[in-house]
């Protein structure tokens, strides 16, 4: 029987994740990381697979958990060798884990550009991966861009002095709003109460 439970998350949320499992005190549960895609020009699905494969072991099962980055990781149909050890956890946008599909609407429809704690901590690294000067940023970001929003989960200190940096650099308004991480959390804690569940049918299934 698998005791331990993977979750696999862009490196953008780790510390979103490992907060929640801590102060959760989710024992069976280990958190890893994924580099974010979203900072290349293509996504490496197969980079996220292997890794997940990898956590998996001979005992254990991984959720990987991510947006369109997780387009294309092939996961093992059920009875098949490995079957059921890595699962995938995806929303449109991963901007979802940390605010409700409505607001991040809205602001977009605002013209802001969303950030998260995890994202504004090596933005200048990004800046460079995208070929960005601070000229060709601040051309790029305001031919669409009218504002910089932080969806603040609480999980970075440095995130406002962060964001006040990007915005002086791109020459951008910026503001933060406060999304703590109740919505992570109760999606989390809904995917290690469902690998729980499994593993008792699981049990229940040997001695039935």
Known sequence: MKTQLCLLVCQNFLAEAAAIVAEEGFADVQIAAFAPTCTRPT??????????????????????????????????????????????????????????????????????????????????????????????????????????VLLDTGTDAQSDSHLRELADFLALPCETLSVGLDRFRLGLTRIVMAWRLNQAIDTAAVWG
């Open 43 to 148: 996504g490496d699905a197969d980079t996220i697979g292997r890794l997940a494969a990898e956590r998996a072991g001979p005992s254990g099962d991984v959720v990987a958990l991510g947006g369109y980055c997780l387009n294309g990781l092939a996961t093992p149909e059920r009875g098949s060798s490995g079957a059921n050890r890595v699962q995938i956890a995806a929303v449109p946008r991963c901007l979802e884990f940390a605010a409700p599909a409505r607001l991040v609407d809205a602001q977009v429809e605002a013209g802001a550009y969303l950030l998260t704690p995890g994202w504004l901590s090596h933005w200048r690294r990004t800046m460079t991966q995208w070929g960005f000067d601070q000229p060709t940023a601040r051309e790029f970001f305001a031919e669409t861009t009218q504002k910089l």
